[in-house]
């Protein structure tokens, strides 16, 4: 049998939203015996004096890791099946009750996107100041920054609040599939897993139908001349049939809310670039692609302030 092990990184962290080993520990174990697919786990060790750094070890999955959204490679109807269980198991995770599962005190109840906002803020505030120790340039400040902020704080316009179990970052290349058939097997990277607002996670699977930020291949997803992969309407209705509430009116404001969020995210693999803290070859390319992320998130928020002054959000309730 096969094993891996899962580390914190070395070195000092700019938030303690990021690589919470700990925290995902806890919660693939807690849904062991759920209909989740998640990889069996074996032990934690919080001790910095055995690797430098807290880790746990888990169960290898031997399946199909799909980078490429779009599944090349597959048959038209095996790639719509395959999104199609992706987006069930989605809304499977948000049906679960945290208490059911002994996580009733994993997160707060409600207040998800207030919370968001000022943890997410306030990151990348403090990422705007990091500076590369030779040059002394700095990552600087994300470009519409305050006037973002500005429109996410309206409680106004926000979507109706609902808490639920979510993920953190669930989208196609944190899941396992079986090796032959067209299911997942386990749902990985869970280190920012929390109790949060449903909208977010639904919103962060089916980013590739509308925004390009991660210079992705969308070209597919948005005019359908990939066989097999069907609207996001589609995928919006498979996650309501699964997860028993329907997204589809708030979508304009969670997918600006996703393009801020992932933009700071950006901003932070830009700040471990230029300290020299992480180790991917992809780094670089993603620090430059900060600047522009934020300008498409600008966007997305421009196109959801039209859509508030037309009343097409729903009413919170």
Not at 210 to 215: P, Q
Not at 279 to 291: C, I, L, N
């Amino acid at each position: 049998m096969a094993y891996v092990l899962r580390k914190k990184p070395p070195g000092r962290l700019l938030s303690r939203a990021v690589h919470q080993i700990e925290r995902e520990y806890q919660v693939l174990s807690a849904l062991q015996n759920t209909d989740v697919p998640v990889p069996k786990t074996y032990c934690l060790c919080e001790d910095d004096d055995i690797l430098g750094t807290p880790f746990y070890v888990m169960q290898f999955l031997d399946g199909r890791i799909f980078t490429d959204s779009t599944m090349p490679g597959v048959s038209p109807a095996e790639r719509t099946a395959l999104w199609r269980d992706a987006v069930h198991v989605l809304g499977k995770i948000h049906t679960i009750q945290a208490q059911s599962v002994g996580l009733q005190k994993f997160g707060k109840q409600g207040g998800y996107y207030d919370r968001q906002l000022a943890t997410f803020t306030t990151l990348s505030r403090v990422q705007a100041k990091v500076e590369d120790p030779l040059t002394r340039a700095p990552v600087g400040e994300l470009p519409h920054l305050p006037e973002m902020v500005e429109f996410f704080s309206r409680q106004d316009l926000r979507p109706r609040d609902r808490h639920a179990i979510v993920h953190g970052d669930y989208k196609i290349d944190n899941l396992i599939f079986h090796p032959t058939e067209p299911r997942v097997i386990g749902v990985l990277d869970w280190e920012m897993a929390t109790i949060g607002h449903p909208l977010s996670y639904i919103c962060n699977l089916t980013h590739p139908y509308f925004w390009s930020g991660l210079d992705q291949d969308v070209a597919g997803f948005r005019s359908g001349k990939i066989m097999g992969l069907l609207s996001r309407a589609q995928c919006v209705q498979w996650y309501a049939e699964a997860a028993g509430w329907d997204p589809e009116p708030d979508l304009w404001w969670g997918d600006a809310f996703f393009a801020f969020r992932t933009t700071v995210i950006l901003q932070s693999v830009a700040a471990r670039h230029v300290q020299r803290q992480t180790s991917s070859p992809d780094s670089a390319k993603f620090a430059s692609k900060v600047k522009p992320s934020a300008e498409d998130a600008w966007e997305l928020v421009r196109k959801a302030k039209a859509r508030t002054k037309r009343g097409r959000l729903s009413v919170r309730l």
